[in-house]
């Protein structure tokens, strides 16, 4: 068994794309649930609509990168105010069973054989991501051991989680955020200041969707291509586990559980294979690794929830909800 | 109340022995047709019509370079060309030969050029239409067989659904593992007949199966969080936490394929104007008989009295000198039998086993609940048979069929936005 290379293939998790797009949808997370108590089990759904809104608008209409990107957050707003006007005045767990159910109204239309012309049903769309990719100004080459388009990925990716980061720092520590903090700790207090706490949530809902989108965008870019079935539910559950490993009312947080959770699995994942290649362990296969993964990724949530459920890095007093 | 336990699984029990259903549809193995045995690699299929029924007679021929192989298929549809050395053949079908009323299928190459990849054997399948395709099907006919086939659905869903509503009503928890709990049902029924037990056995086994499984949650888990105060949307994360790790363990023990459990194909019957699979009458029957009993023990017992107060006021009900916490674990053994029940009949309805399965259905039952009013059983039970039968008509009135669980939970959106406490909910409930 490699040690040296499971280390370093773990440690490259640390900045891959994928973990920047957990990192930002995460981050979505933390303003709807960490700042606004708004419990949005559906990002999932709004990666999704970046993801094929992106797709869509490049493979069907053709159009140039940043209108597709406009189109993206343009229709994951359109999908958060669908999803705020019914249940926004609903206590969380209706709000949870409804985001929940739409992330996968999205899952299922997109997969429909009926719309295989737009959204390739569920071979899903693949090579859309070439205006993005002819912006690179990295020429050919090796930078860190990456080639230039992955060298360019990381860099659009973690750019955009830096840039995102900063703005949700600076939007909760704003009077706006204020208010935001203070509906999670009690909603009819705020609303007896004569704040309209749906304006409020509605906003927060839309923003923290929008990024949302804008991680499914840079989830699919490395891959080329976007599938249904990336976006299930248990997509939101691992965002959970994400945003729970780091801290819910931080905007540090979820970045560095994201930054945690790959580099948990990467490490569990090259530990596991490594012990079942030289027959140490016997009583699994390979198959069954992967998912004991996933086991550990269940179980993690349930123990994070219960005995800290304020996270690596969060308060304690910023739970208002535990 | 033990001793109700007892009864209504002793009940459920001869349903279900009664329901054996002795209709192991075998369907015929296909025998190879003998092949020119000079010859080490065959490109070989089946020609079955669109209604399985085999072809005979029908002549295919394949082509390489100077070699032409030629063949008939048999009595039961099988064909088989040995041809000397791997590559590219062209087979042909001649359609001349095909029997009466019966082409190939629309899209379907022929001749079609086929690439042997690795195995001596290749397999090329042709699939056949009626000579006419548009076949006009009547449509109060298909109005009535999925109204029927939606009622069972709706049924299943409510026993799953009904448990879901109780825990829901004692407890507050939203509990999204409910789904995986209605897998191990299913599962646990697959793996005891793959230990060629009984099928009896391996049914009531399963159902103690999910009550040990409700016990052991709400002993080892959810009672100790209830003691320490923890507010119900960190339960209902830890409830999600919960329903991943278990997916996977079933999914690391079972595999990811579909299986089948015992009698699982059925052909359909006509009972009256109506044609359904024995299997669905059986589950509707079943879970239409289990409802009543559940409905009966809640509205006539003392345990379905303190049930209900429980579910209502826990507070009051304890003050009034009502064992909260052991209602609830009776409530949680039941809900735990009662989710075990509809995934059996579930394996049946879709049908396969799969270690998904009951997260598949879980916003059904969501719906379901949410529709009929959170927290309400016999709400639980209306919403749970809506959503069953709206699912199912949704195909008849032109909605594709791999769109049919998008319409129910739409309607649940919509339900939310004009009464949010549900059909039987109360307003209060409403936060």
Redo the contacts between chains.
Sequence with gaps: MDFGFILASAAGEIFSPTTAAYALAALGLAVHFGYSGLLNFGQAGFMAVGAYGFAISTLTFGVPFFLGLLIAIIASSIFALLLGIPTLRLRADYLAIVTIASAEIVRYIVTTNQLTSVTGSANGLAAFEGGFYSMNPFPEGSYFGMNNRDFFIRIVGWGLVALCCLLVWLLMRSPWGRVLKGIREDENAVRSLGKNVYAYKMQALIIGGVLGALAGMIFTLPRGAVQPANYGTELTFFLYTCLLLGGLGTVLGPVIGAMIFWVVLSLTQGILYGLIESGAVTWLNTVQAGQLRYILVGVALMLLMIFRPQGVFGNKKELAFA | MLGLLGAISASVLALLLVAAPATLAASPSPTPSPSNQTFQNNISGFLRDDTRAPLAGVTITAKKDDFTGTATSTENGSWNIGVPEQGTYTVELDESTLPEGITLAEGQENPRDVTFSQTSNLSVIFAFGKGIVVQQQDFGQNLLNRLVAGLSFGLLLALASVGLSLIFGTTGL?NFAHGEMVTLGAVLVFAFSAMNLPFWLAILLALLGGGLFGYAQDRG?WRP?RRRG?????M???S??????????I??YFG?ATQQLPFAQSPEIQLGPVSISPNNLWSLGISAVVITIIGIVLLKTRLGKATRAVADNPALAAASGIDVDSVIRIVWITGGMLAALGGILWAYYRPGVTFDMG?AIL?LI??GV?LGG?GTVFGALIGSVIVGIFVELTTVFGL?A??K??GA??I???V??FR?QGILGRRER??
């Design positions: 939203t888990l969080l923890t507010g119900l949307v960190p209902m994360i830890v999600i936490g919960l329903a991943l790790a278990v997916r996977y363990v999914q690391f990811g997260s916003l969501f719906a949410t959170l594709a791999d769109l669980y998008v939970l739409f649940m959106i919509v939310l936005l949010p409403v936060g």
